[in-house]
């Protein structure tokens, strides 16, 4: 398939961002040269034992909502994210997202159709097959929701690899399963079970709806091989980021990758969303973030074992063949 693309600058559309708390308030601006005011960031101490926090601009500043639990939607007041900014944006003093001399990392989207993201808020009516409207005309490759009025509901995700009407929790370890609760994806709608976790009635709810752009993004599975010389995954550009989740075991955890931890291969610095623990530096089951995709180099559970089928998310650095049929660097 050839990698050609209309995103010649992922920066516009993703970006990934390290940074220390200072415990007061600080403006985080991306490193890239490319401006970009994101819609959605996604935040994790890396040092210290915090919960994930998203947050997005359709629920607005200060509304976050805890990524490895199933808590309702919380409101930080300006101690969280106070602003989203032209090349970054703002936070308080809140634990999770600013503590003194902790070290973070934010993974932030801009919402556009061109990069095939959209943030789409509904109102839950508990009703079999509702269908509910987003605005990507495409059909989404990768969708999570979460209930924000419900604190004991999870994040279900669904993903284009799953076997069909099954979907997995994105705040668990758990493997895929059936039941239909987010389903029957087009290129105008998603469609929901009549249950608490999608669709719960009259709860306000948020679903994060991605679609594949070639040479920008990328949704699929791979079979792990136990191997150091492991699976090589062909994305059509060098990642940015990386999502990796075992769909056919549960007690395998999902793991987030990206170019800035380390910062060069081998990539073995991963976070976990099932969970708050701090950043895992074991180096037992490491990735390769390569010019046209990834491939793994151990043979644990997290990337590769043997057995088992694993979807991911990835999102680019750069394509590895831009719009002018120039190739990217392979560094």
């Known amino acids: 398939m050839a990698a050609y693309t209309t995103i010649d600058d992922s920066e516009a559309y993703f970006q990934c961002k390290l940074y220390t708390g200072n415990n007061t308030g600080q403006s985080i601006t991306f490193d890239g040269d490319t401006d970009m005011q994101p819609n959605m960031i996604w935040n994790k101490s890396r040092s210290n034992t915090e919960a994930h926090n998203m947050w997005d601009s359709v629920r607005g500043v200060e509304k976050y909502l805890t990524v490895n639990d199933g808590s309702s939607e919380s409101d930080s007041g300006s101690t969280g994210v106070s602003s989203f900014d032209s090349d970054g944006f703002t936070v308080g003093s809140l634990d999770s997202m600013n503590d003194g001399s902790v070290t973070y990392v934010v993974w ?3 919402e556009t159709a061109d990069a095939g993201f959209d943030i789409v808020s509904y109102t839950g009516n508990d009703t079999a097959d509702r269908e509910v409207g987003h605005s990507l005309s495409a ?15 999870e994040w279900f995700v669904y993903h284009q690899n799953l076997t ?10 758990e493997a895929q399963f059936g039941g239909s ?10 469609t929901l079970r009549d249950h608490n976790v999608v669709n719960g009635n009259t709860d306000a709810m948020i679903a994060y709806c991605f679609a594949e752009k070639q040479g920008f993004s990328k949704f699929g599975t791979y079979a792990g091989n136990g191997s150091t010389d492991g699976a090589f995954i062909y994305t059509g550009f060098k990642p940015a980021c990386v999502i990796l989740k075992c ?6 955890p999902w793991t987030i990758w990206d170019n800035k931890r380390p910062g060069y291969n081998v990539t073995n610095l991963r976070i976990r969303p099932d969970t708050n623990n701090a950043e895992d530096t074991s ?7 390569l010019s046209n995709g990834f491939k793994c ?17 990835a999102f680019a650095e750069s394509p590895f063949v831009n719009s002018n049929g120039v190739p990217n660097n392979a560094g």
Not at 139 to 153: G, W, Y
Not at 300 to 313: F, L
């Open 283 to 289: 180096t037992g089951d490491p990735i390769d973030l």
């Open 164 to 173: 069909d009407t099954y979907n997995i929790k994105l705040s668990e370890n």
């Open 297 to 313: 180099r151990g043979s644990n559970d997290d990337s590769n074992k043997s057995g088992s089928t694993y979807i991911y998310a």
């Open 247 to 252: 769909k056919s075991h549960t007690g395998t």
């Open 108 to 110: 932030c989207w801009k």
């Open 139 to 153: 059909t989404p490759h990768f969708i999570i929701v979460k209930n924000r009025s419900d604190s004991s509901t």
């Open 181 to 190: 609760y987010i389903f029957d994806v087009s290129s105008s709608i998603f």
